[in-house]
């Protein structure tokens, strides 16, 4: 049994992302990510050093994370599956690279905001020292999770909304019982896969940004030693 393809009237737009050619070597671990993520927020000031949640709970980082989905549903909203990120100067238009000036364009829409999910999603398990997946195993590694057995009491499910939902409902477990991350991250990379989105660049592109962005950027935290 598979599951239906979202409804047509959900499809009004293609994914315009730009999908660069990759080969074996260009792939990264889940391991990978997690180390950059981790030295990033380390870097930034989102983290301490000595590691642990500061003063964050577990269920903190789970309404973090579902706060990522939300604004996924939201760039659904505004922009379908458009990549709509705006290139920061006319160097970085001109040259589809970050600009030496001003530093890479800010990535918009659901890909950028499904990247969003996975950074939090990796970086909650680093946080709380349980594993989300193997650390030697890729994003084509990881299989499809098909809500039809996994979830069985639920309704088909049919329109993007459905499926952020569910995938809401998949971190929603993480707070329960850690050892539902795994299923969680199957979770999103079967949404991201089911709308085109290519989840590993989309990361690469957010991770790209979110180094050049300054030290607590935004200045927003649930508690002052922590995220």
């Given at each position: 049994?598979?599951?239906?393809?979202?409804?047509?009237?959900?499809?009004?737009?293609?994914?315009?992302?730009?999908?660069?050619?990759?080969?074996?070597?260009?792939?990264?671990?889940?391991?990978?990510?997690?180390?950059?993520?981790r030295a990033n927020n380390i870097a930034k000031g989102w983290r301490s050093a000595e590691g642990g949640p500061?003063?964050?709970t577990l269920g903190d980082y789970i309404a973090l994370l579902e706060t990522e989905v939300s604004e996924a549903?939201?760039?659904?909203?505004?922009?379908?599956?458009?990549?709509?990120?705006?290139?920061?100067?006319?160097?970085?238009?001109?040259?589809?690279?970050?600009?030496?000036?001003?530093?890479?364009?800010?990535?918009?829409?659901?890909?950028?905001?499904?990247?969003?999910?996975?950074?939090?999603?990796?970086?909650?398990?680093?946080?709380?020292?349980?594993?989300?997946?193997?650390?030697?195993?890729?994003?084509?590694?990881?299989?499809?999770?098909?809500?039809?057995?996994?979830?069985?009491?639920?309704?088909?499910?049919?329109?993007?909304?459905?499926?952020?939902?569910?995938?809401?409902?998949?971190?929603?477990?993480?707070?329960t019982s850690p050892t539902n991350a795994p299923m969680a991250l199957r979770a999103l990379v079967t949404v991201?896969?089911?709308?085109?989105?290519?989840?590993?660049?989309?990361?690469?592109?957010?991770?790209?940004?979110?180094?050049?962005?300054?030290?607590?950027?935004?200045?927003?935290?649930?508690?002052?030693?922590?995220?």
């Amino acid at each position: 049994m598979t599951d239906p393809p979202p409804a047509a009237a959900d499809q009004t737009a293609e994914p315009t992302t730009p999908t660069p050619e990759r080969t074996p070597e260009m792939a990264i671990t889940i391991g990978a990510m997690t180390a950059e993520i981790r030295a990033n927020n380390i870097a930034k000031g989102w983290r301490s050093a000595e590691g642990g949640p500061g003063g964050n709970t577990l269920g903190d980082y789970i309404a973090l994370l579902e706060t990522e989905v939300s604004e996924a549903l939201e760039a659904y909203r505004d922009w379908k599956l458009e990549d709509a990120t705006k290139p920061i100067c006319g160097k970085a238009a001109a040259t589809g690279r970050p600009c030496p000036e001003h530093g890479p364009s800010k990535p918009e829409g659901v890909g950028s905001e499904l990247a969003d999910v996975l950074i939090r999603l990796l970086d909650t398990g680093d946080v709380f020292g349980f594993e989300i997946f193997g650390r030697d195993f890729e994003l084509g590694d990881v299989a499809d999770l098909f809500p039809a057995r996994s979830d069985v009491d639920l309704p088909e499910l049919v329109s993007f909304g459905d499926h952020m939902a569910w995938l809401t409902r998949r971190i929603d477990f993480i707070w329960t019982s850690p050892t539902n991350a795994p299923m969680a991250l199957r979770a999103l990379v079967t949404v991201a896969r089911r709308y085109g989105i290519d989840l590993e660049f989309e990361y690469t592109r957010k991770m790209e940004y979110n180094r050049a962005r300054p030290y607590r950027h935004g200045g927003r935290a649930l508690v002052e030693t922590g995220a």
